[in-house]
């Protein structure tokens, strides 16, 4: 795919259109020129405008998440990837392919540090991805393009970056672009047979074996061998820990399953041998009062990286490989014999995960509580749902209500950068469009990325925004609350307080159809309001805001 004196811009969208991205991601600038003139040739490459370079990101993130495909966004000059980094490092922990390319002034302009320019842009993006590399001439972006998707397909899988300078856009580049088949990675590592035997041995000798499954469980396609597995073994399963959960690897509907990882529950307590497949061990919020794994637990930690591995917590055997390889040679490795007889555990483990009903907020007269504004929301979520949350205060209650059966009814982050959710959703939408796409979030979150509402109007992306509103950023005043200083004593919470904002008339001045409600009862009535429109709609839900989360 030659053009004899084609500009460096129509270099780079042949290489894209090779490796079969059909659509990016952008909030372009003067920089973008070349490829943003290149696309008028192509009527069937999609350019998806962002007002906001947050949106861009989490939108490629969604999309890649749900594809296993790598997605473009396209950001100028380091502003806009600086506005693009909190959202980058959400992609980066849930190992998604996404491809930041961005736009810089002339390299004439950048010796001068002129306008929007920094020296070596690609250093504010290093933290965030596996590799970033500026182009120097404009006959090797083929190449260097080619490389950034390679490796953001290698495993362990993640963002890339290539810096494009627009001197080197307008040039000419009559290089051919690779041939991405023979470039794209195929290969999936297996385990050390020895340490599947030794895993298998423990499990088999077990009394009380627990498995707990990471989200790479799901990305890997190991759901079914996890299943299969621990039907064979006769065990409870748990979702990891709510520090890291990024999507579900075990599905929430399965008589094994067990709710969430969590160090002080009995059952994990009580575990001799557990299993981490696919599992971050661990993100820690605060400074730890004590260990996450069970003093005297022997454990087995299953990853595709090997740097996650013993990355907190030393392990007993640990295997670096595919975990759906993984999975099948453990599920092969286990001796013959009745290894079920432990069913008695799964009904235990899960007597005592129905038993706990989670997060129980405070009924207080005259407003919602989430609650039921959860179980309400659970009554809407089918097997074609796919719910995208980003909601911090009541994300714990949702996790414990609504139904979460991988590989695509529950996507979230744990990288802390709100406003994830409304790119991330139309992202996931127009991955999946045959799935229905609700996202969840708090008013908070909302606040940091509004702009996803123009985009789902602009391109009619029927996404339904679903926001709960307390009128608080109630994070900060449960922070104080731990704290435990003059805040508390008043009563009074700096910070906390956000009052005031219509969010469902925000919705509408974008051109979104948009609903306030004050019950959970009227959800239902909402929710079909919202399936009636052809395009994007926002149902915003007022709370407590006096209640700070578990």
Not at 299 to 322: F, K, L
Not at 348 to 375: F, I, K, Q, S, W
Request: charged share 20%; glycine share 10%.
């Amino acid at each position: 795919m030659t053009g004899p004196g084609r500009s460096g811009g129509r270099a780079v969208l042949e290489t894209l259109l090779a490796w079969g991205v059909r659509r990016v991601f952008t909030c372009p600038g003067s920089t973008e020129a070349a490829f943003l003139d290149a696309t008028l040739d192509h009527p069937d490459f999609e350019v998806v405008l962002t007002p906001h370079e947050s949106i861009a990101v989490s939108a490629a993130d969604g999309y890649a998440r749900v594809t296993g495909e790598p997605a473009v966004a396209y950001l100028h000059t380091h502003v806009g990837l600086a506005n693009g980094l909190g959202h980058l490092n959400a992609a980066r922990l849930a190992r998604s392919p996404v491809v930041v390319l961005n736009g810089l002034k002339p390299t004439l302009l950048q010796s001068h540090q002129g306008f929007t320019c920094i020296p070596d842009t690609g250093r504010l993006a290093e933290p965030y991805v596996r590799s970033q590399w500026q182009s120097l001439r404009t006959e090797e972006i083929p190449e260097d393009l080619n490389r950034a998707f390679r490796l953001a397909l290698t495993e362990p899988a993640g963002p890339t970056w290539v810096g494009l300078s627009q001197d080197l856009m307008n040039g000419t580049c009559t290089t051919p672009v690779p041939d991405p088949g023979r470039f794209r990675p195929r290969a999936r590592t297996a385990p050390d047979p020895d340490l599947v035997r030794e895993a298998a041995g423990l499990l088999a000798s077990a009394a009380s074996p627990l498995l707990v499954a990471g989200a790479e469980v799901a990305r890997h396609g190991a759901v079914g061998e996890l299943i299969a597995l621990a039907e064979r073994l006769g065990v409870p399963v748990v979702n990891e820990d709510r520090r890291t959960y990024e999507r579900p690897g075990f599905p929430t509907s399965h008589p094994n399953y067990a709710g969430l990882y969590a160090a002080n529950r009995p059952m994990v307590r009580d575990s001799d041998v557990i299993v981490f497949a696919g599992c971050r061990c661990f993100t820690e919020f605060e400074v730890p009062r004590g260990s996450d794994v069970p003093e005297g637990a022997r454990t087995v930690h299953i990853h595709s990286d090997a740097a996650e591995i013993g990355n907190i917590y030393g392990v007993d055997v640990g295997i670096v490989a595919d975990e759906r390889l993984a999975l099948s040679a453990l599920l092969a490795g286990l001796p013959e014999g009745d290894l079920a007889a432990r069913a008695g555990r799964v009904a235990e483990a899960r007597a005592e995960y129905e038993a706990d009903p989670g997060p129980l907020p405070p009924e207080t007269e005259g407003v919602e509580n989430v609650a039921a504004v959860a179980a309400a929301l659970a009554e809407q979520v089918g097997e074609n749902t796919t719910v995208v949350g980003d909601a911090t205060t009541t994300g714990a209650i949702l996790l414990r209500r609504l139904p979460q059966d991988p590989p695509h009814q529950y996507y979230t982050t744990s990288s802390g950068s709100l406003g994830w959710a409304m790119g991330a959703a139309l992202g996931i939408k127009l991955g999946r469009p045959e799935r229905e796409v609700v996202a969840v979030l708090g008013d908070g979150a909302f606040q940091f990325g509004p702009q996803g509402l123009w985009v789902a109007a602009r391109y009619q992306i029927p996404v339904t925004y679903v926001v709960i509103n307390n009128e608080s950023y109630a994070a900060v005043a449960a922070a104080l609350r731990r704290y435990g200083g003059t805040a508390v004593e008043r009563g009074d919470f700096p910070g906390k307080d956000l009052s005031g904002i219509d969010v469902s008339a925000l919705a509408r001045g974008y051109g979104v159809f948009g609903q306030r409600i004050h019950s959970a009862g009227e959800l239902g009535e909402a929710m079909a309001k919202a399936r009636a429109q052809q395009g994007p709609a926002l149902i915003e839900i007022m709370t407590d805001p006096d209640y700070l989360g578990p």
